[in-house]
């Protein structure tokens, strides 16, 4: 199974990815995540990367496409792969279908999480993640109930930094839903309601989608 998944910032996505990825066991590529790990590890990429994230905008798409292209190559993603937060824009959807193309290894589908705005500035100023284990907790906890580690705010979850990031996702991601329509690959299931609900009707989708 390839899939990509769609939505603005707080729909959801990071939580409804992992459940994904282990129910069709392939690998979960978030690029936000691969950047994070950079960040932390002060490599060069997290270095190039850390001043656009800390506003919301855009990585440059030549430091995002290589990242993505490399990461696609490793041997776990022949069995399938689910990409989270790529493409975001559609010149790197194109880069994607390119790429797959030449491979014969076209997606099979494409999940958008559909959210207002209104719910994803409530969810994304009270959202806090592990600094362990990346686990994604809603409310103003402080320890994670998965491993114990410490939880934090991600600095771009500041509200002055939500409002940017919506706006980019506004001008440059959501064209990539028509993009993907018009290829025939969207699917869009509603990101309101119990997480394992919004996992149950994305399973029924894909798998009619699929088979
Ligand atoms: P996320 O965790 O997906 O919300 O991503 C966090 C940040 O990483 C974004 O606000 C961007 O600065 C950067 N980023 C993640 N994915 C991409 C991408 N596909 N293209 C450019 N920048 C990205």
Do not use: W
Not at 11 to 35: C, E
Not at 71 to 77: F, V, Y
Not at 112 to 134: H, P, V, W
């Amino acid at each position: 199974m390839r899939l990509v998944l769609v939505g603005p910032p707080g729909a959801g996505k990071g939580t409804q990815a992992t459940l994904l990825a282990a129910h069709y066991k392939i690998p979960h590529i978030s690029t936000g995540d691969i950047f994070r790990a950079n960040l932390k590890s002060g490599t060069e990429l997290g270095l190039q990367a850390k001043s656009y994230m800390d506003k919301g905008e855009l990585v440059p798409d030549s430091v995002t496409n290589a990242m993505v292209k490399d990461r696609l190559t490793h041997a776990d993603t022949e069995s399938g792969f689910l990409l989270d937060g790529f493409p975001r824009n559609v010149a790197q959807a194109e880069v994607l279908r390119a790429f797959l193309g030449e491979r014969s290894r076209p997606l099979d589908a494409v999940v958008e999480f559909a959210i207002d705005n209104g719910e994803i500035i409530k969810r994304l100023s009270s959202r806090r993640t592990c600094k362990s284990c990346g686990k994604i907790f809603a409310g103003n906890l402080d320890k994670c109930d998965s491993c114990g580690g410490d939880l934090y705010q991600r600095d771009d979850d500041r509200e002055e930094v939500i409002a940017r990031r919506l706006e980019v996702y506004a001008e440059q991601t959501a064209p990539i839903v028509s993009f993907y329509r018009t290829e025939g690959l969207l699917i869009t299931i509603s990101a309101l309601g119990a997480v394992s609900s919004i996992t149950e009707s994305a399973l029924r989708a894909l798998s009619s989608k699929v088979n």
